[in-house]
């Protein structure tokens, strides 16, 4: 089911809510952002996600079918058709952490922490690798004495475990139903009668179909018909080997959107393209490409690739291969090194990891990466990031890739240095990070969280410098301290600014530097040392002047530009001069005079209005 799916679900079941009550249909919670570990993958927390958007991320995220999830919602709390929820069943919605003989465990409380915790724990009866076979009484496979109730006096029945996702009910509210509560219904039976997982079946079959699954589900049907159009996906829609809901062997979900190129049909049922296999999707959630969305179709007779490559001219990336795609470019520079993941049937276009997605780039663009260069590929797999982080006061190693073998661009970083970070590696080992000297990775283990402290009002070790700065194209923002994390007061400076030089640097990565707007922190990255060209040019937004000055007793330097670093043709103008001003800087702070040497810039302060 998709997000979408699931709230329709819930709206159908509850169309309209008690007053000053909140359904299921409108709940939102705040969720936390997770790792990855050996149950889920990571979760990306949000700030008032609907309780459906959880429940689908948590699905996602840990592998189980978000109908269990609905299924447990209802039979724990009744929230799935309550009409009036307490804010306590929202609490506690999943049962998580809530055993029959003890209290309900605070940790677990919260709408996402009820889901989540739940759907973590489910997959932590399977005993997954890298975990310790804990879970061992309700194995599937092996007949095992259950209680019906949790008075024990009621006794126990053997049962029959075939496989993990029963093992997981019984783990998950440990007694079966007697026969009076199965003669029930939904209704109640006697004293040692218990409900969890009668009504788990109940629901689920009532909402959701039969649990069981033909043995034939996943044959290939006969006499399938050719086709050859090319369909867009229209909502999130399971693609399997056979044309069958019940065939979930390999079973792989094609986002909306996606384009597929149709090869053979059967019923209601169509066969395509999905790069390594073909797989069956059904007519109801497609519909007809145009001739420019066909070009975007995903191809087939897709092979794995091993090599990475080095780009050698700017090329553009594509979603398929196949330059008349037009949709999801994305530009590749020169020199950027790729690890090639698949190629394609005819083996001119190579499938490449670009950062949290892959494109296609033609092999005739690219050549081989050198054993020093493959470490330094682009990685796949990765994740979002918005922490700040502290580098630890050792310092660390700042590389263009999330390895320890890329030694390419690789440039120290200091300890103490506050860094924003941007991104996950697949393996959680390393973060990229926006630092003075652009986008690196660094490794996780160097650096720690950086909680609780104002990130602009830090104050970092400083050093001195004198050059001026001139801003590259594409301009910067300069901030007030040497981090990205630090917003407040924010400037951004257009491209060819020119910079003077402020009190510091920070460990080469960041500049402290005047402009207009005061004192500000830019990226070293982002600008180059400024050339006498440069600091002594003419401003274009001088003003007209017209007043006499008085130079004052301990004189002053006059220059061609008005800048102080711009000494070419400099002269000393002794105190006392007398001259006529013909233009001043748009900021008050320099003068043009008339001097026996030519026209020259000087320092508004050090002159004074002649009587």
Same mark, same amino acid.
């Given at each position: 089911?998709?997000?979408?799916?699931?709230?329709?679900?819930?709206?159908?079941? &509850?169309?309209?809510?008690?007053?000053?009550?909140?359904?299921?249909?409108?709940?939102?919670?705040?969720?936390?952002?997770?790792?990855? /570990?050996?149950?889920?993958?990571?979760? #990306?927390?949000?700030?008032?996600?609907?309780?459906?958007?959880?429940?689908?991320?948590?699905?996602? !995220?840990?592998?189980?079918?978000?109908?269990?999830?609905? &299924?447990?919602?209802?039979?724990?709390?009744?929230?799935?058709?309550?009409?009036?929820?307490?804010?306590?069943?929202?609490?506690?919605?999943? @049962?998580?952490?809530?055993?029959?003989?003890?209290?309900?465990?605070?940790?677990?409380?919260?709408?996402?922490?009820?889901?989540?915790?739940?759907?973590?724990?489910?997959?932590?009866?399977?005993?997954?690798?890298?975990?310790?076979?804990?879970?061992?009484?309700?194995?599937?496979?092996?007949?095992?004495?259950?209680?019906?109730?949790?008075?024990?006096?009621?006794?126990?029945?053997?049962?029959?475990?075939?496989?993990?996702?029963?093992?997981?009910?019984?783990?998950?509210?440990?007694?079966?139903?007697?026969?009076?509560?199965?003669?029930?219904?939904?209704?109640?039976?006697?004293?040692?009668?218990?409900?969890?997982?009668?009504?788990?079946?109940?629901?689920?079959?009532?909402?959701?179909?039969?649990?069981?699954?033909?043995?034939? !589900?996943?044959?290939?049907?006969?006499?399938?018909?050719?086709?050859?159009?090319?369909?867009?996906?229209?909502?999130?829609?399971?693609?399997?080997?056979?044309?069958?809901?019940?065939?979930?062997?390999?079973?792989?979900?094609?986002? %909306?959107?996606?384009?597929?190129?149709?090869?053979?049909?059967?019923?209601?049922?169509?066969?395509?393209?999905?790069?390594?296999?073909?797989?069956?999707?059904?007519?109801?959630?497609?519909?007809?490409?145009?001739?420019?969305?066909?070009?975007?179709?995903?191809?087939?007779?897709?092979?794995?690739?091993?090599?990475?490559?080095?780009? @050698?001219?700017?090329?553009?990336?594509?979603?398929?291969?196949?330059?008349?795609?037009?949709?999801?470019?994305?530009?590749?520079?020169?020199?950027?090194?790729?690890?090639?993941?698949?190629?394609?049937?005819?083996?001119?276009?190579?499938?490449?990891?670009?950062?949290?997605?892959?494109?296609?780039?033609?092999?005739?663009?690219?050549?081989?990466?050198? #054993?020093?260069?493959?470490?330094?590929?682009?990685?796949?797999?990765?994740?979002?990031?918005?922490?700040?982080?502290?580098?630890?006061?050792?310092?660390?190693?700042?590389?263009?890739?999330?390895? *320890?073998?890329?030694?390419?661009?690789?440039?120290?970083?200091?300890?103490?240095?506050?860094?924003?970070?941007?991104?996950?590696?697949?393996?959680?080992?390393?973060?990229?990070?926006?630092?003075?000297?652009?986008?690196?990775?660094?490794? +996780?283990?160097?650096?720690?969280?950086? /909680?609780? *402290?104002?990130?602009?009002?830090?104050?970092?070790?400083?050093?001195? %410098?004198?050059?001026?700065?001139?801003?590259? /194209?594409?301009?910067?923002?300069?901030?007030?301290?040497?981090?990205?994390?630090?917003?407040?007061?924010?400037?951004?400076? !257009? *491209?060819?600014?020119?910079?003077?030089?402020?009190?510091?640097?920070? *460990?080469?990565?960041?500049?402290?530097?005047?402009?207009?707007? @005061?004192?500000?922190?830019? #990226?070293?990255?982002?600008?180059?040392?400024?050339?006498?060209?440069?600091?002594?040019?003419?401003?274009?937004?001088?003003?007209? !002047?017209?007043?006499?000055?008085?130079?004052?007793?301990?004189?002053?330097?006059?220059? &061609?530009? #008005?800048?102080?670093?711009?000494?070419?043709?400099?002269?000393?103008?002794?105190?006392?001069?007398?001259?006529?001003?013909?233009?001043?800087?748009?900021?008050?702070?320099?003068?043009?005079?008339?001097?026996?040497?030519?026209? +020259?810039?000087?320092?508004?302060?050090? &002159?004074?209005?002649?009587?």
């Amino acid at each position: 089911m998709s997000a979408g799916q699931i709230q329709s679900f819930f709206q159908s079941k &509850v169309p309209v809510c008690q007053a000053g009550y909140t359904c299921l249909k409108d709940k939102y919670d705040t969720s936390r952002t997770t790792t990855a /570990d050996a149950m889920c993958r990571a979760y #990306p927390g949000g700030v008032r996600e609907r309780a459906s958007t959880i429940v689908y991320k948590v699905a996602q !995220a840990c592998g189980i079918n978000p109908q269990v999830l609905i &299924v447990t919602l209802q039979k724990e709390q009744g929230l799935v058709t309550h009409t009036w929820p307490s804010e306590w069943r929202y609490t506690i919605a999943m @049962g998580q952490g809530c055993p029959d003989t003890a209290a309900c465990d605070t940790r677990y409380y919260g709408f996402f922490n009820q889901v989540y915790g739940a759907a973590w724990q489910m997959k932590r009866y399977a005993n997954p690798p890298g975990t310790s076979n804990f879970f061992n009484w309700y194995a599937p496979r092996n007949t095992w004495n259950v209680l019906f109730h949790p008075n024990r006096a009621c006794g126990t029945s053997p049962v029959s475990i075939q496989n993990q996702a029963t093992a997981n009910l019984y783990y998950y509210t440990p007694y079966q139903p007697n026969g009076a509560a199965l003669r029930a219904g939904y209704g109640q039976g006697d004293g040692c009668s218990s409900y969890g997982n009668r009504n788990f079946y109940n629901y689920f079959t009532d909402w959701f179909g039969s649990t069981q699954k033909p043995a034939n !589900a996943c044959s290939t049907p006969a006499g399938a018909n050719a086709a050859k159009r090319t369909y867009v996906v229209t909502a999130p829609l399971n693609a399997r080997i056979a044309p069958s809901t019940s065939c979930e062997t390999r079973k792989m979900t094609l986002a %909306a959107g996606t384009v597929v190129q149709a090869v053979a049909g059967s019923g209601e049922w169509l066969k395509v393209h999905v790069e390594t296999s073909d797989r069956w999707v059904n007519r109801a959630y497609l519909r007809y490409a145009t001739a420019a969305e066909s070009a975007c179709a995903l191809p087939g007779g897709v092979q794995s690739a091993k090599y990475a490559y080095v780009v @050698g001219q700017p090329v553009v990336a594509r979603i398929v291969p196949n330059g008349g795609c037009g949709a999801g470019q994305a530009p590749v520079a020169t020199g950027t090194i790729l690890q090639a993941i698949a190629v394609n049937a005819d083996r001119t276009w190579i499938k490449v990891h670009a950062g949290d997605s892959d494109r296609w780039i033609m092999r005739s663009t690219v050549r081989r990466a050198t #054993p020093v260069e493959t470490p330094c590929a682009i990685p796949g797999g990765v994740g979002a990031a918005i922490r700040a982080y502290l580098i630890k006061p050792e310092g660390t190693a700042g590389r263009a890739a999330p390895s *320890a073998a890329c030694g390419m661009g690789a440039t120290r970083l200091s300890g103490g240095l506050i860094v924003q970070a941007e991104q996950v590696s697949a393996d959680r080992t390393f973060i990229k990070v926006s630092t003075g000297r652009g986008h690196l990775w660094v490794a +996780r283990a160097d650096v720690t969280r950086f /909680d609780g *402290a104002d990130a602009c009002a830090t104050a970092p070790a400083t050093r001195v %410098a004198t050059r001026a700065y001139v801003v590259l /194209d594409g301009g910067t923002t300069a901030r007030r301290q040497p981090t990205t994390s630090c917003s407040t007061g924010a400037v951004d400076l !257009a *491209a060819g600014t020119l910079l003077a030089p402020a009190a510091g640097t920070v *460990a080469g990565d960041w500049l402290r530097v005047t402009s207009a707007s @005061g004192e500000r922190w830019v #990226p070293r990255v982002s600008v180059r040392t400024a050339t006498q060209d440069d600091v002594c040019r003419q401003p274009t937004d001088a003003a007209a !002047a017209k007043r006499q000055y008085v130079v004052s007793a301990s004189g002053t330097t006059a220059r &061609v530009g #008005p800048h102080p670093s711009c000494t070419a043709g400099s002269a000393k103008v002794p105190g006392g001069t007398v001259a006529v001003a013909v233009a001043v800087t748009a900021d008050g702070s320099w003068l043009k005079l008339k001097l026996g040497v030519g026209d +020259r810039w000087v320092l508004r302060r050090d &002159v004074t209005r002649a009587p």
